[in-house]
């Protein structure tokens, strides 16, 4: 693993070092554009049983293949529907996930045992470098222990992990923030199992011609959508205005609490890049608390919500 190469060749070429790690069955934190990822070779069963182990995570929750290039769609599905074809075509590199027919020889480990597999091919110019270079697909959930915030600095990975993960490259903050937006295309018309940066009115617009897209609202296929998640050791509890919320916040102080109030309200494409930051930057600080103001349901609002939700939801 990251031992075989000289120490100073990470340094000199973090990127060829990373593809050196991955192709010894080791694991590498992954800037993407949305949130890091714990990156190990799609092809390698016991590369992806550690990314299991390593993050706590049941079998039953598939992960997402991350490829270099559309072009590569092919390896990992047994037929692309059209609108997989239409969104990868509109949005890769990007924050988009579709899930498609897996491929016969799709690892059963990638997949949870499921007929689909999750494609995406993210914006990151070193994501982007690295999967190049590697050549193959890499299937990467979210970078934090199972069921705790997703990490969108190299710093939140090492926190999360130490040494169990073999090496981390560090892209800088994720430009995004939050997860990318999952449309499965294998049912008619196709649904957004999880809302993102491109968001349900951006896919609706895409699919209009063919078919349309079922509302987010609708029920959930995805495995891994549970209700608490994303969730910070401090308590979350959300308002629709920030009034509301810092009245919230001083009774609880009056009673001896630590508060934090989070307006992720405004700009909301600097609520979604600094979301996770602020939630884990609060237990850093033993927030008790955190009263966070929630964004109305439009655009990148959909996104915020959601993960503000599952931050609050209890277990
Ligand atoms: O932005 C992202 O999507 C990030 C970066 C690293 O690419 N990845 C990410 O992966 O958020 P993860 O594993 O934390 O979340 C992926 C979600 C999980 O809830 C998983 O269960 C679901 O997608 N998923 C993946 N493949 C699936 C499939 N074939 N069928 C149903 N759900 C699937
Ligand atoms: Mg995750």
Not at 165 to 193: K, M, N, W, Y
Request: proline share 8%.
């Amino acid at each position: 693993m990251s031992n075989d190469s000289p120490p100073d060749s990470a340094a000199a070429d973090p990127v060829g070092h990373a593809v050196d790690v991955l192709r010894h069955g080791g694991l590498v934190g992954m800037p993407t554009e949305t949130v890091y990822g714990l990156a190990a070779d799609a092809s390698d069963e016991a590369a992806v049983r550690r990314v299991f182990t390593v993050k706590g995570r049941p079998a039953d929750h598939p992960l997402i293949v991350h490829l270099a290039a559309s072009e590569a769609m092919p390896a990992w599905t047994s037929s692309i529907p059209l609108a997989a074809a239409v969104l990868a075509d509109a949005c890769w590199p990007g924050p988009l996930t579709v899930l498609v027919p897996r491929g016969d020889h799709v690892l059963d480990i990638v997949t949870g045992g499921r007929p689909t597999v999750g494609l995406r091919v993210p914006a990151h110019p070193m994501a982007l470098d690295l999967l190049r270079r590697f050549g193959g697909g890499l299937a990467a959930p979210s970078a934090n222990r199972f069921g705790h915030v997703s990490p969108t600095t190299a710093a939140h990975v090492r926190a999360d992990f130490g040494p169990e993960v073999d090496f981390v490259l560090d892209g800088g903050a994720c430009p995004v923030g939050v997860e990318s937006t999952i449309v499965d295309c294998t049912v008619d018309p196709p649904q957004i199992l999880r809302p993102g940066a491109i968001d349900e009115e951006q896919v609706a617009r895409l699919l209009e011609g063919i078919g349309g897209v079922a509302s987010a609202s609708g029920p959930s296929r995805a495995s891994g959508m549970l209700s608490s998640h994303y969730a910070p050791d401090a308590t979350v509890e959300l308002f629709e205005t920030l009034a509301t919320a810092t009245a919230r916040a001083e009774s609880l102080t009056a009673h001896g609490m630590r508060v934090d109030v989070l307006d992720a309200t405004g700009d909301l494409v600097v609520a979604a890049q600094q979301l996770y930051a602020w939630l884990r930057a609060a237990d850093d600080r033993g927030i008790d608390v955190v009263c966070a103001v929630i964004p109305p349901p439009i655009g990148l609002g959909h996104a915020i919500r959601d993960r503000l939700q599952k931050a609050a939801a209890l277990a």
